[in-house]
Protein backbone atom coordinates (compact mmCIF):
# COMPACT_ATOMS: atom_id res chain seq x y z
CA UNK A 1 0.00 0.00 0.00
CA UNK A 2 1.20 3.29 -0.88
CA UNK A 3 1.87 6.05 1.88
CA UNK A 4 -1.18 8.10 2.93
CA UNK A 5 -0.14 11.60 3.99
CA UNK A 6 -2.37 14.62 4.54
CA UNK A 7 -1.57 18.49 5.13
CA UNK A 8 -2.08 19.07 9.10
CA UNK A 9 -3.12 22.59 9.94
CA UNK A 10 -2.13 22.22 13.48
CA UNK A 11 1.79 21.39 12.74
CA UNK A 12 1.51 22.91 8.98
CA UNK A 13 2.97 20.31 7.30
CA UNK A 14 2.46 17.37 5.39
CA UNK A 15 2.06 14.18 7.50
CA UNK A 16 1.90 10.48 7.41
CA UNK A 17 -1.71 9.69 8.55
CA UNK A 18 -3.01 6.85 9.84
CA UNK A 19 -6.63 5.72 12.66
CA UNK A 20 -4.67 5.44 15.61
CA UNK A 21 -6.32 2.01 16.42
CA UNK A 22 -5.06 1.41 13.09
CA UNK A 23 -8.36 0.29 12.22
CA UNK A 24 -11.45 2.80 12.24
CA UNK A 25 -10.70 6.60 11.83
CA UNK A 26 -12.95 9.00 14.28
CA UNK A 27 -13.83 12.19 11.90
CA UNK A 28 -15.39 14.90 13.24
CA UNK A 29 -16.52 17.70 10.21
CA UNK A 30 -18.30 20.85 11.62
CA UNK A 31 -21.43 20.76 10.16
CA UNK A 32 -24.14 23.89 8.65
CA UNK A 33 -25.79 26.27 11.16
CA UNK A 34 -29.03 25.14 9.99
CA UNK A 35 -31.30 28.70 9.51
CA UNK A 36 -30.64 28.96 5.76
CA UNK A 37 -30.28 26.09 3.62
CA UNK A 38 -26.54 25.63 2.81
CA UNK A 39 -25.19 27.31 -0.47
CA UNK A 40 -22.31 26.07 -2.43
CA UNK A 41 -19.39 27.45 -0.63
CA UNK A 42 -20.80 25.54 2.40
CA UNK A 43 -21.07 22.33 -0.09
CA UNK A 44 -17.39 22.72 -1.53
CA UNK A 45 -16.63 21.97 2.19
CA UNK A 46 -18.95 19.06 3.06
CA UNK A 47 -17.73 17.86 -0.54
CA UNK A 48 -14.47 18.04 0.47
CA UNK A 49 -14.71 15.59 3.36
CA UNK A 50 -17.07 13.30 1.51
CA UNK A 51 -14.14 13.08 -0.35
CA UNK A 52 -11.69 12.29 2.56
CA UNK A 53 -14.00 10.47 3.76
CA UNK A 54 -13.91 7.94 0.72
CA UNK A 55 -10.56 7.88 0.45
CA UNK A 56 -10.32 6.56 3.22
CA UNK A 57 -12.13 3.47 2.82
CA UNK A 58 -10.79 3.17 0.09
CA UNK A 59 -7.51 2.71 1.36
CA UNK A 60 -9.33 0.54 3.43
CA UNK A 61 -9.80 2.23 6.64
CA UNK A 62 -13.61 2.24 8.37
CA UNK A 63 -14.87 5.44 9.00
CA UNK A 64 -16.56 6.91 11.74
CA UNK A 65 -17.50 10.14 11.32
CA UNK A 66 -19.77 12.67 12.96
CA UNK A 67 -21.19 15.71 11.15
CA UNK A 68 -23.23 17.82 13.86
CA UNK A 69 -25.66 20.36 13.07
CA UNK A 70 -25.59 23.99 14.71
CA UNK A 71 -29.42 24.32 15.81
CA UNK A 72 -28.97 26.84 18.26
CA UNK A 73 -25.89 29.97 17.75
CA UNK A 74 -26.74 33.72 17.70
CA UNK A 75 -27.83 33.39 14.10
CA UNK A 76 -30.52 31.49 13.95
CA UNK A 77 -32.15 33.11 17.20
CA UNK A 78 -31.45 36.25 15.12
CA UNK A 79 -33.83 34.54 12.77
CA UNK A 80 -36.46 33.31 15.43
CA UNK A 81 -36.97 36.36 16.70
CA UNK A 82 -37.47 38.10 13.38
CA UNK A 83 -40.00 35.43 12.28
CA UNK A 84 -41.66 35.16 15.85
CA UNK A 85 -40.75 31.63 15.78
CA UNK A 86 -38.57 29.03 18.11
CA UNK A 87 -35.68 28.15 16.94
CA UNK A 88 -36.98 24.51 16.10
CA UNK A 89 -39.30 25.90 13.66
CA UNK A 90 -36.49 27.68 11.84
CA UNK A 91 -34.05 24.49 11.77
CA UNK A 92 -36.36 21.43 11.44
CA UNK A 93 -36.99 22.47 7.97
CA UNK A 94 -34.08 23.51 7.39
CA UNK A 95 -32.32 20.27 8.32
CA UNK A 96 -34.56 18.70 5.94
CA UNK A 97 -33.51 20.61 2.78
CA UNK A 98 -29.79 20.33 4.10
CA UNK A 99 -30.45 16.36 3.56
CA UNK A 100 -32.28 16.10 0.47
CA UNK A 101 -29.39 18.50 -0.81
CA UNK A 102 -26.92 16.45 0.59
CA UNK A 103 -28.52 13.54 -0.97
CA UNK A 104 -28.66 15.03 -4.72
CA UNK A 105 -24.87 15.62 -4.49
CA UNK A 106 -23.85 12.26 -3.46
CA UNK A 107 -22.48 13.15 -0.07
CA UNK A 108 -22.03 10.13 1.69
CA UNK A 109 -24.21 9.81 4.69
CA UNK A 110 -22.17 10.33 8.27
CA UNK A 111 -22.65 7.96 10.99
CA UNK A 112 -24.08 10.33 13.35
CA UNK A 113 -25.79 14.03 12.77
CA UNK A 114 -25.87 15.14 16.32
CA UNK A 115 -28.33 18.63 16.95
CA UNK A 116 -26.78 20.55 19.13
CA UNK A 117 -29.99 20.96 21.32
CA UNK A 118 -29.61 17.00 21.91
CA UNK A 119 -26.72 17.56 23.54
CA UNK A 120 -26.79 20.30 26.25
CA UNK A 121 -26.57 17.92 29.11
CA UNK A 122 -22.89 17.31 27.89
CA UNK A 123 -22.46 20.76 26.86
CA UNK A 124 -23.70 21.58 30.92
CA UNK A 125 -21.05 19.04 31.88
CA UNK A 126 -18.00 20.25 29.91
CA UNK A 127 -18.76 23.87 31.31
CA UNK A 128 -18.59 22.21 34.93
CA UNK A 129 -15.14 20.49 34.55
CA UNK A 130 -13.52 23.56 32.99
CA UNK A 131 -14.40 25.72 36.45
CA UNK A 132 -13.40 22.91 38.54
CA UNK A 133 -10.41 23.18 36.96
CA UNK A 134 -10.43 26.90 37.47
CA UNK A 135 -10.37 27.95 33.67
CA UNK A 136 -14.09 28.84 33.35
CA UNK A 137 -15.75 31.38 35.36
CA UNK A 138 -18.63 33.37 35.76
CA UNK A 139 -18.72 37.18 35.33
CA UNK A 140 -21.23 39.63 36.39
CA UNK A 141 -23.17 39.25 32.90
CA UNK A 142 -24.31 35.76 34.08
CA UNK A 143 -22.69 34.25 31.17
CA UNK A 144 -19.43 31.60 31.97
CA UNK A 145 -16.39 32.25 30.25
CA UNK A 146 -13.26 30.46 29.29
CA UNK A 147 -9.97 31.90 30.78
CA UNK A 148 -7.93 31.97 27.70
CA UNK A 149 -4.49 33.09 29.50
CA UNK A 150 -5.47 29.84 32.00
CA UNK A 151 -4.53 27.58 28.99
CA UNK A 152 -0.97 27.59 28.30
CA UNK A 153 -1.16 27.39 24.49
CA UNK A 154 -3.81 29.09 23.10
CA UNK A 155 -4.28 30.05 20.07
CA UNK A 156 -1.80 27.43 18.51
CA UNK A 157 -4.13 26.27 15.63
CA UNK A 158 -3.69 29.68 14.13
CA UNK A 159 -0.82 30.51 15.76
CA UNK A 160 -2.12 33.43 17.34
CA UNK A 161 0.76 35.77 18.76
CA UNK A 162 0.83 35.48 22.57
CA UNK A 163 0.67 39.37 22.24
CA UNK A 164 -2.22 39.74 20.87
CA UNK A 165 -4.02 37.60 24.08
CA UNK A 166 -6.18 40.24 26.43
CA UNK A 167 -6.56 38.67 29.31
CA UNK A 168 -9.64 39.38 31.28
CA UNK A 169 -11.21 41.18 28.56
CA UNK A 170 -14.59 39.39 26.83
CA UNK A 171 -16.14 38.21 23.97
CA UNK A 172 -20.27 37.15 24.07
CA UNK A 173 -21.07 36.65 20.47
CA UNK A 174 -20.26 33.57 18.62
CA UNK A 175 -18.17 35.07 15.76
CA UNK A 176 -15.34 37.22 16.26
CA UNK A 177 -11.99 37.97 14.62
CA UNK A 178 -8.25 37.70 15.54
CA UNK A 179 -8.16 41.32 17.53
CA UNK A 180 -10.78 40.40 19.70
CA UNK A 181 -8.69 37.25 21.45
CA UNK A 182 -10.19 37.72 24.46
CA UNK A 183 -12.11 35.39 27.14
CA UNK A 184 -15.17 33.93 24.65
CA UNK A 185 -18.47 32.35 26.42
CA UNK A 186 -19.34 28.71 27.16
CA UNK A 187 -22.55 29.31 28.57
CA UNK A 188 -24.79 32.74 27.54
CA UNK A 189 -27.13 33.63 30.19
CA UNK A 190 -30.66 34.08 28.90
CA UNK A 191 -31.99 36.80 27.26
CA UNK A 192 -35.57 37.75 26.68
CA UNK A 193 -35.20 37.38 23.26
CA UNK A 194 -33.91 33.52 24.14
CA UNK A 195 -36.95 33.19 26.31
CA UNK A 196 -39.03 33.70 23.06
CA UNK A 197 -37.42 31.26 20.61
CA UNK A 198 -36.58 28.60 23.53
CA UNK A 199 -33.52 28.92 23.33
CA UNK A 200 -32.68 28.08 26.85
CA UNK A 201 -32.08 25.48 29.33
CA UNK A 202 -31.72 25.29 33.12
CA UNK A 203 -27.84 25.03 34.18
CA UNK A 204 -26.62 25.74 37.61
CA UNK A 205 -25.17 28.90 36.90
CA UNK A 206 -29.30 30.14 35.94
CA UNK A 207 -31.26 29.60 32.47
CA UNK A 208 -28.87 30.09 29.66
CA UNK A 209 -27.48 28.67 26.67
CA UNK A 210 -24.21 27.09 25.38
CA UNK A 211 -22.29 29.07 23.03
CA UNK A 212 -21.00 27.85 19.33
CA UNK A 213 -17.97 26.63 20.11
CA UNK A 214 -19.12 24.55 23.20
CA UNK A 215 -21.41 22.84 21.50
CA UNK A 216 -18.44 20.81 18.86
CA UNK A 217 -16.24 20.24 22.11
CA UNK A 218 -18.75 18.33 24.00
CA UNK A 219 -20.53 16.42 20.94
CA UNK A 220 -17.24 15.49 19.52
CA UNK A 221 -16.06 14.03 22.59
CA UNK A 222 -19.02 12.72 23.79
CA UNK A 223 -19.42 10.31 20.74
CA UNK A 224 -15.81 10.06 19.50
CA UNK A 225 -13.89 9.64 22.53
CA UNK A 226 -11.53 12.74 24.11
CA UNK A 227 -8.99 11.87 21.06
CA UNK A 228 -10.54 11.41 17.52
CA UNK A 229 -8.09 11.32 14.84
CA UNK A 230 -8.91 13.96 12.36
CA UNK A 231 -11.23 16.99 12.65
CA UNK A 232 -12.24 19.09 9.53
CA UNK A 233 -14.16 22.55 8.43
CA UNK A 234 -13.56 25.21 6.32
CA UNK A 235 -10.64 27.31 6.58
CA UNK A 236 -12.45 30.03 8.27
CA UNK A 237 -13.25 28.19 11.21
CA UNK A 238 -9.45 27.74 12.39
CA UNK A 239 -9.88 30.75 14.11
CA UNK A 240 -11.39 31.46 16.68
CA UNK A 241 -13.67 28.06 16.11
CA UNK A 242 -11.17 25.64 16.12
CA UNK A 243 -8.48 26.85 18.45
CA UNK A 244 -11.50 27.37 20.97
CA UNK A 245 -12.40 24.15 20.82
CA UNK A 246 -9.02 22.70 20.86
CA UNK A 247 -8.78 25.11 24.09
CA UNK A 248 -11.87 23.81 26.11
CA UNK A 249 -11.33 20.13 25.26
CA UNK A 250 -7.74 19.83 25.98
CA UNK A 251 -7.99 22.30 29.69
CA UNK A 252 -10.76 19.62 30.54
CA UNK A 253 -9.14 16.38 29.70
CA UNK A 254 -5.37 17.19 29.41
CA UNK A 255 -5.42 15.08 26.19
CA UNK A 256 -4.43 15.89 22.44
CA UNK A 257 -8.24 16.83 20.96
CA UNK A 258 -7.52 16.26 17.54
CA UNK A 259 -4.76 14.15 15.92
CA UNK A 260 -4.82 15.86 12.59
CA UNK A 261 -6.74 18.99 11.81
CA UNK A 262 -7.30 19.62 7.88
CA UNK A 263 -9.05 22.45 6.46
CA UNK A 264 -10.87 23.30 3.02
CA UNK A 265 -10.21 26.59 1.07
CA UNK A 266 -13.26 28.56 -0.29
CA UNK A 267 -15.43 29.10 -2.96
CA UNK A 268 -15.29 32.16 -4.35
CA UNK A 269 -17.35 33.93 -6.87
CA UNK A 270 -16.11 36.69 -8.73
CA UNK A 271 -13.18 36.36 -7.15
CA UNK A 272 -15.27 36.87 -3.16
CA UNK A 273 -16.02 34.28 -0.93
CA UNK A 274 -19.39 32.85 -1.28
CA UNK A 275 -21.02 34.24 1.96
CA UNK A 276 -24.94 34.75 3.11
CA UNK A 277 -23.23 38.30 4.09
CA UNK A 278 -21.79 39.41 0.42
CA UNK A 279 -25.23 38.07 -1.05
CA UNK A 280 -23.49 36.26 -3.77
CA UNK A 281 -24.61 33.09 -3.10
CA UNK A 282 -25.99 29.86 -4.96
CA UNK A 283 -27.27 26.99 -4.02
CA UNK A 284 -28.74 23.48 -4.87
CA UNK A 285 -31.73 24.71 -6.26
CA UNK A 286 -30.30 26.98 -8.81
CA UNK A 287 -28.14 24.19 -9.91
CA UNK A 288 -30.70 21.86 -10.55
CA UNK A 289 -32.59 24.92 -12.18
CA UNK A 290 -29.72 25.07 -14.71
CA UNK A 291 -29.11 21.26 -15.11
CA UNK A 292 -26.31 20.95 -13.97
CA UNK A 293 -26.23 17.61 -12.65
CA UNK A 294 -24.53 16.49 -9.01
CA UNK A 295 -21.95 14.92 -11.58
CA UNK A 296 -20.46 17.92 -13.24
CA UNK A 297 -20.69 19.97 -9.85
CA UNK A 298 -18.45 16.99 -8.31
CA UNK A 299 -16.09 17.47 -11.22
CA UNK A 300 -15.87 20.72 -10.86
CA UNK A 301 -15.31 20.97 -6.83
CA UNK A 302 -12.91 17.99 -7.30
CA UNK A 303 -10.66 19.78 -10.28
CA UNK A 304 -9.17 21.96 -7.50
CA UNK A 305 -7.31 21.19 -4.81
CA UNK A 306 -9.06 21.42 -1.58
CA UNK A 307 -6.11 23.82 -0.47
CA UNK A 308 -6.73 26.34 -3.08
CA UNK A 309 -9.44 28.87 -3.80
CA UNK A 310 -11.63 27.80 -6.61
CA UNK A 311 -13.96 30.22 -8.41
CA UNK A 312 -17.53 29.29 -9.40
CA UNK A 313 -18.60 30.36 -13.18
CA UNK A 314 -20.86 29.41 -15.51
CA UNK A 315 -17.94 28.48 -18.43
CA UNK A 316 -16.36 25.84 -15.56
CA UNK A 317 -19.50 24.39 -14.94
CA UNK A 318 -19.80 23.90 -19.00
CA UNK A 319 -16.32 22.40 -19.10
CA UNK A 320 -17.58 19.87 -16.20
CA UNK A 321 -21.08 19.19 -17.96
CA UNK A 322 -18.92 17.94 -20.85
CA UNK A 323 -16.02 16.18 -19.15
CA UNK A 324 -19.15 14.21 -17.14
CA UNK A 325 -21.00 13.42 -20.33
CA UNK A 326 -17.55 11.83 -21.47
CA UNK A 327 -17.05 9.93 -18.15
CA UNK A 328 -20.63 8.40 -18.71
CA UNK A 329 -20.37 7.59 -22.44
CA UNK A 330 -17.16 5.49 -21.63
CA UNK A 331 -19.23 3.42 -18.84
CA UNK A 332 -21.93 2.51 -20.85
CA UNK A 333 -19.40 1.30 -23.42
CA UNK A 334 -17.54 -0.54 -20.55
CA UNK A 335 -20.56 -2.31 -19.96
CA UNK A 336 -21.17 -2.53 -23.24
CA UNK A 337 -18.71 -4.53 -24.29
CA UNK A 338 -17.22 -8.07 -24.63
CA UNK A 339 -13.76 -8.24 -24.43
CA UNK A 340 -10.04 -5.65 -23.97
CA UNK A 341 -6.29 -6.30 -24.77
CA UNK A 342 -3.57 -6.75 -23.01
CA UNK A 343 -2.90 -3.40 -22.97
CA UNK A 344 -5.87 -2.22 -21.62
CA UNK A 345 -5.21 -4.38 -18.65
CA UNK A 346 -1.64 -2.19 -18.33
CA UNK A 347 -4.04 1.12 -18.40
CA UNK A 348 -5.80 0.00 -15.97
CA UNK A 349 -3.27 -0.52 -13.42
CA UNK A 350 -1.70 2.86 -14.23
CA UNK A 351 -5.03 4.06 -13.02
CA UNK A 352 -4.96 1.78 -10.19
CA UNK A 353 -1.38 3.57 -9.37
CA UNK A 354 -1.77 6.79 -10.27
CA UNK A 355 -4.64 7.35 -8.79
CA UNK A 356 -4.52 5.60 -5.09
CA UNK A 357 -0.67 7.50 -5.04
CA UNK A 358 -2.43 10.94 -6.00
CA UNK A 359 -4.97 10.51 -3.55
CA UNK A 360 -2.24 9.73 -0.64
CA UNK A 361 -0.45 12.52 -1.35
CA UNK A 362 -2.55 15.09 0.60
CA UNK A 363 -5.74 14.38 -1.16
CA UNK A 364 -4.86 15.49 -4.88
CA UNK A 365 -7.60 14.85 -6.58
CA UNK A 366 -6.98 16.52 -9.98
CA UNK A 367 -4.47 14.48 -10.63
CA UNK A 368 -6.37 11.48 -9.75
CA UNK A 369 -8.67 12.98 -12.07
CA UNK A 370 -6.28 13.85 -14.72
CA UNK A 371 -5.37 9.73 -14.44
CA UNK A 372 -8.73 9.00 -14.92
CA UNK A 373 -9.45 10.85 -18.02
CA UNK A 374 -6.48 10.05 -19.66
CA UNK A 375 -7.03 6.10 -18.70
CA UNK A 376 -10.19 6.83 -20.27
CA UNK A 377 -8.79 8.27 -22.86
CA UNK A 378 -6.09 4.93 -24.12
CA UNK A 379 -9.31 2.43 -23.20
CA UNK A 380 -11.43 3.48 -25.64
CA UNK A 381 -8.22 3.18 -27.87
CA UNK A 382 -8.13 -0.24 -27.13
CA UNK A 383 -11.42 -1.47 -26.99
CA UNK A 384 -11.84 0.07 -30.16
CA UNK A 385 -8.86 -2.52 -31.66
CA UNK A 386 -11.77 -5.25 -30.51
CA UNK A 387 -10.28 -7.64 -28.59
CA UNK A 388 -11.33 -10.65 -26.81
CA UNK A 389 -9.49 -10.76 -23.11
CA UNK A 390 -12.32 -11.02 -21.04
CA UNK A 391 -9.80 -10.71 -18.01
CA UNK A 392 -8.81 -7.23 -19.06
CA UNK A 393 -11.78 -5.90 -19.66
CA UNK A 394 -12.82 -7.05 -16.22
CA UNK A 395 -9.59 -5.43 -14.63
CA UNK A 396 -10.94 -2.10 -16.76
CA UNK A 397 -14.18 -2.23 -15.28
CA UNK A 398 -12.81 -2.79 -11.46
CA UNK A 399 -10.21 0.05 -11.85
CA UNK A 400 -12.92 2.27 -12.97
CA UNK A 401 -15.06 1.28 -10.29
CA UNK A 402 -12.98 1.41 -7.78
CA UNK A 403 -11.91 5.39 -8.85
CA UNK A 404 -15.24 6.78 -9.62
CA UNK A 405 -16.36 5.18 -6.49
CA UNK A 406 -14.34 7.90 -4.74
CA UNK A 407 -15.27 10.73 -7.51
CA UNK A 408 -18.90 9.55 -8.52
CA UNK A 409 -19.38 11.51 -11.48
CA UNK A 410 -21.20 9.41 -13.77
CA UNK A 411 -24.01 11.91 -14.65
CA UNK A 412 -27.82 10.85 -13.67
CA UNK A 413 -28.53 9.58 -16.87
CA UNK A 414 -26.38 6.93 -17.48
CA UNK A 415 -26.82 5.82 -13.97
CA UNK A 416 -30.31 6.22 -14.73
CA UNK A 417 -30.53 4.56 -17.90
CA UNK A 418 -28.32 1.39 -16.48
CA UNK A 419 -31.09 0.83 -13.67
CA UNK A 420 -33.20 0.79 -16.66
CA UNK A 421 -31.99 -1.52 -18.50
CA UNK A 422 -31.28 -4.00 -15.98
CA UNK A 423 -35.19 -3.88 -15.44
CA UNK A 424 -35.39 -4.45 -18.93
CA UNK A 425 -33.68 -7.59 -19.41
CA UNK A 426 -35.59 -8.67 -16.12
CA UNK A 427 -39.12 -8.56 -18.11
CA UNK A 428 -37.60 -10.03 -20.88
CA UNK A 429 -36.87 -12.94 -19.13
CA UNK A 430 -40.00 -13.65 -17.59
CA UNK A 431 -41.56 -12.98 -21.06
CA UNK A 432 -39.49 -15.08 -22.89
CA UNK A 433 -40.33 -17.21 -20.12
CA UNK A 434 -44.05 -16.27 -20.00
CA UNK A 435 -43.92 -17.28 -24.10
CA UNK A 436 -42.20 -20.96 -23.29
CA UNK A 437 -44.99 -22.07 -21.37
CA UNK A 438 -47.17 -20.73 -23.88
CA UNK A 439 -48.75 -18.02 -21.54
CA UNK A 440 -49.62 -15.19 -24.15
CA UNK A 441 -51.46 -13.35 -22.04
CA UNK A 442 -48.87 -13.26 -19.66
CA UNK A 443 -46.46 -12.67 -22.28
CA UNK A 444 -48.46 -9.18 -23.52
CA UNK A 445 -48.79 -8.24 -20.20
CA UNK A 446 -45.64 -8.07 -19.69
CA UNK A 447 -45.15 -6.06 -23.52
CA UNK A 448 -47.63 -3.72 -22.60
CA UNK A 449 -45.53 -2.84 -19.17
CA UNK A 450 -42.70 -2.25 -20.90
CA UNK A 451 -44.66 -0.05 -23.41
CA UNK A 452 -45.98 2.00 -20.63
CA UNK A 453 -42.16 2.51 -19.85
CA UNK A 454 -41.70 4.40 -23.33
CA UNK A 455 -39.79 0.57 -23.89
CA UNK A 456 -40.35 -0.63 -28.03
CA UNK A 457 -39.40 -4.42 -28.42
CA UNK A 458 -39.05 -6.54 -31.44
CA UNK A 459 -38.13 -9.68 -32.01
CA UNK A 460 -35.84 -11.64 -34.09
CA UNK A 461 -34.54 -15.29 -34.71
CA UNK A 462 -31.31 -13.66 -32.67
CA UNK A 463 -33.58 -12.70 -29.75
CA UNK A 464 -35.78 -9.93 -28.36
CA UNK A 465 -34.27 -6.36 -29.28
CA UNK A 466 -35.50 -3.19 -27.35
CA UNK A 467 -35.14 0.46 -27.90
CA UNK A 468 -36.02 3.31 -25.53
CA UNK A 469 -38.64 5.32 -27.79
CA UNK A 470 -39.19 8.25 -25.55
P1 LIG B 1 -21.71 27.43 8.56
O1 LIG B 1 -23.04 26.88 8.15
O2 LIG B 1 -21.57 28.90 8.34
O3 LIG B 1 -21.34 27.02 9.97
O4 LIG B 1 -20.62 26.77 7.60
C1 LIG B 1 -20.55 25.41 7.33
C2 LIG B 1 -19.22 25.09 6.68
O5 LIG B 1 -19.08 25.75 5.43
C3 LIG B 1 -18.00 25.51 7.50
O6 LIG B 1 -17.07 24.45 7.50
C4 LIG B 1 -17.47 26.72 6.76
O7 LIG B 1 -16.10 26.87 6.94
C5 LIG B 1 -17.80 26.36 5.34
N1 LIG B 1 -17.87 27.50 4.40
C6 LIG B 1 -18.56 28.66 4.54
N2 LIG B 1 -18.40 29.46 3.45
C7 LIG B 1 -17.59 28.80 2.59
C8 LIG B 1 -17.05 29.07 1.27
N3 LIG B 1 -17.34 30.20 0.60
N4 LIG B 1 -16.24 28.14 0.71
C9 LIG B 1 -15.96 26.99 1.35
N5 LIG B 1 -16.43 26.67 2.58
C10 LIG B 1 -17.24 27.56 3.20
ZN1 LIG C 1 -17.34 22.98 15.03
Known amino acids: ?49 DLLRRVLRMRGWSVEQVMNLTDVDDKIIKRATEQHKTIRQVTDPVIVTF ?13 HYPRATDFIPQM ?22 FAIDKFPGYGKLSQLDTREIRAGARVAQDDYAKENAQDFALWKAAKPEDEASEAVWDSPWGRGRPGWHLECSAMAMSILGETIDLHAGGIDLVF ?22 CHGEFLLTDGAKMAKRVGNVSNVSDLRANGVSAAALRHFMFSTHYRKQLNLSGEALEGSIEAVRRVGDFAERLERERGGTSAL ?17 DLNAPRAMGAMFEFITAANRELDKRGTDAEALARAREAFRQVNAVFDVIPERVVEDAALSRWVESQLAARTAARQRRDFAEADAVRKALEEKGIAIEDSPSGTRWKKVR
Not at 124 to 145: F, P
Request: some cysteine; overall charge negative; glycine content about 6%.
Open 345 to 361: AEAAETLLVESTTAFGD
Open 240 to 261: PHHDDEIAQSEAATGKPFARFW
Open 124 to 145: IDLVSRLEAKGVAYKAEDGSVY
Open 99 to 111: HADREYLRIQRAE
Open 1 to 49: MPDFQLYNSLTREIEPFAPADGHTVRFYACGPTVYNPAHLGNFRTFLFE
